[in-house]
């Protein structure tokens, strides 16, 4: 198994496990709380935005890993066709 594709599996792992996307979404419900109470000063919504931005910097290195898979496979399939 190559790098890339260990990496990906390991990513899908994550994203499937219900712990993960357990923390994943607390913390987003967190912020949706923080966002939509009136009485939150800018700095407490910044710190919750800042957050939710962590999450999502997050998901988007596991997904880059299963992007970079699928750019494998894409280049593994073209040179099998030459």
Not at 19 to 47: K, S
Request: charged share 30%.
């Amino acid at each position: 198994m190559s790098e890339i594709k260990r990496k990906a599996s390991e990513a899908r792992a994550l994203l499937a496990d219900h712990v993960f996307q357990g923390v994943i979404g607390e913390i987003r419900d967190d912020a949706v709380g923080v966002f939509l109470n009136a009485t939150c000063d800018m700095n407490v919504i910044a710190a919750a935005h800042e957050r939710v931005r962590a999450v999502q910097t997050i998901l988007d290195a596991l997904q880059a890993r299963i992007d970079a898979e699928a750019v494998e496979l894409k280049q593994d399939r073209d040179r099998a066709n030459d």
